[in-house]
């Protein structure tokens, strides 16, 4: 028996785009459906009632940060990530693989698992996929993953052979080490940028079998084309009748895309981080609110956006805000863009549910080429 | 006829504190009242809407830093201060005399004004009575001051005595200057530590009339005791139908004394950027979150605190924030410690209300004492 239970309502047709209803022990998901990233247990800028208002209905936690601060042993006994956050809705953690690969020094892979140390305070730790699972049940998100090395990117064929075929045995180890029962566990495809690889990868994963499928080891500092081929690629390796997560992206082209090729779930920092940085996302296209065209500008970041922030305040005074430095600018930014990325999910849901998922990516192209500043 | 109308509604009685009624062009406040600063437009971390949730009626904003960014014309341009920041509530300006006088460097004094230099860019500026008077006439606020001289601590005799005229002299100004009537002009009484020019002062603003009289020159580096001493004798001096306002304090205690003397309204960076750097007030003294001893306490802030805060978050939560440097703990930090000055201010409003303010004010150092951290 699955924690989860998946069901795909309603198909495109013309495209591969599907709407699902994925239900959770902390509620029910529509999918396609992307999901905001609360790094250390906060979406950064946001309270759990704010997410809700904006439309999150799950978010990401990172196991690696939580188990270097505030530990996640700290996060059980307090009652797990739910209850510490105070975030109601599903969760879902990663594994820590891709940040132990990305932000750890002097990491070393072997096949038990990886030693590395902490990009806080230098001290040494192991992780292995039985210590991700551990790590990862004690946390207590609905949807678990399993622990995959994540190469780098450009990557020699027999290396990310080599990787891919790992990621492989640890996903076996991790289905066997996992104790929970109301928890739902991923495995995720590698196989860099080869098709042949990431062919093998999904078929070994599914012969152990998981409640949900993920790429890994995209966005990695490939061009879109390449990432877009291998997520329209591996798409159909996957089963119909579970969740398919494309992992770290990403823009939101590449959730249009991600969603065409028949994807459900996505993760991305960008909206957040970029909010952080004054890169607000509207349906024309990007505007970098520190640009004095702004200074006295009196209209909403999006007219046609109906969140908080459109609804008060002006592209002027958040532009003052940006450049005082003041968190409001974070909050406000960051409030906007999730609503914007949580926006764009639901009016894909409504486009597929209707069979017109391909007008409605041609008419999202056609917009934003109007009137952003890319 | 003033822009403003105030009524002292009650007399505590056995102490000189009163609970009154001040009504300005964007609405009626209750006395004595704590006005969070919101130094550049924005209270740091919170929005307007949450500032009224934790009772905030007034917010100050400061003339100098607005005037040096993003402008006090632009602000003007936008309509000004309440439109541009979205605070439908009353506002109040400072003159910007305090912070030429503390931030800038190369400030030079003369009978006509200030010439000094941008903290931000080194640029050149000059601000006179009459400059500050427009300033705050373009960002619009409620209750705007007059331009004072603010003299350091310590500092001879001569000196303040001088200073002291100095700013007599331009409080005439501003009264002159002044062309809105839809806003309220308060005098500075200055004269240092010294009672006899704090007494001329005062006689000297009040023989030319103002709408409200402040005290300033105070917590700038005095013992509590010398700042108790001076507001003690010098609220007899200043007129009973007028609002009272003690500048840049305090400390809780330094507000019940205050409002003990007498005193209306206050204003103060402690309980937000406190909150910044992680130091809660309570009921029952401060707490430093940060601190071991919480890493795993489950249990609120302050249990007898009802904010949204203390309702939700655990001090173990809070101080992982802290530690993660997440911008939401600045958020439910300063949320907090704003709900509780402005809690402080309502149970003090009560008490005076019901004749037994001195006992309020026994309670509230026995309660502190007990299981705070100081």
Redesign the interface.
């Known amino acids: 028996m699955s924690a989860i239970d998946f069901k795909v309502i309603k198909k495109d047709g013309p495209t591969a785009a599907r709407v699902g209803s994925l239900t959770t022990p902390h509620g029910r998901i529509d999918t396609p459906i992307f999901m905001p990233v609360g790094t250390?247990?906060?979406v950064?800028?946001?309270?759990p009632e704010e997410l809700g208002e904006v439309g999150a209905q799950i978010i990401l936690a990172n196991t690696y940060h939580l188990y270097i601060?505030?530990g996640h042993e700290?996060v059980a006994?307090?009652?797990g990530l739910h209850e510490?956050?105070?975030w109601k809705g599903p969760i879902l953690t990663d594994s820590g693989g891709f940040q132990v690969f990305s932000l750890t020094e002097l990491r070393k892979i072997t096949e038990d698992g990886v030693k590395f140390q902490s990009h806080l305070d230098g001290s040494y730790h192991f992780i292995s996929p039985e210590t991700a699972v551990a790590i990862q049940e004690a946390l207590g998100g609905d949807i678990i993953m399993c622990f995959d090395e994540c190469p780098p990117y450009p990557a020699e064929y027999d290396y990310v052979r080599r990787s891919m075929e790992l990621t492989s045995r640890w996903a076996r180890r991790c289905k066997e080490a996992k104790r929970r029962n109301d928890q739902a566990l991923f495995g995720i495809v590698q196989g860099g940028m080869f098709t042949e690889l990431r062919e093998r990868s999904a078929h070994e994963l599914c012969e152990i079998g998981f409640d949900g499928y993920a790429l890994g080891g995209l966005s990695v500092g490939e061009e879109k084309r390449v990432m877009y081929d291998i997520m329209e690629s591996c798409a159909p390796f996957l089963p119909e009748d579970k969740p398919r997560y494309v992992m770290g992206i990403g823009a939101p082209e590449d959730l249009i895309e991600g969603i065409n090729f028949g994807f459900d779930m996505f993760d991305c920092v960008m909206p957040t981080r970029n909010a952080r940085n004054g890169m607000l996302f509207t349906s024309f296209g990007r505007v970098n609110i520190k640009g004095a065209a702004y200074?006295?500008d009196?209209s909403p970041i999006d007219p046609e956006c109906g969140c908080y922030v459109c609804r008060?305040?002006?592209r002027?005074?958040l532009?003052?805000?940006y450049?005082?430095g003041?968190?409001?600018a974070?909050?406000l930014n960051t409030w906007h863009n999730l609503h914007y990325y949580l926006s764009l999910m639901a009016e894909a849901r409504k486009a597929i549910a209707c069979g017109r998922f391909a007008q409605f990516r041609r008419e999202f192209y056609a917009k934003r080429h109007k009137g952003g500043e890319e």
Request: no cysteine; hydrophobic share 40%; aromatic share 8%.
């Open positions: 250390q247990a906060t950064k800028a946001m309270t601060r505030p700290l006994r307090m009652g510490f956050m105070r200074a006295e009196r008060n305040y002006s002027a005074y532009r003052h805000l450049r005082a003041e968190i409001l974070s909050r």
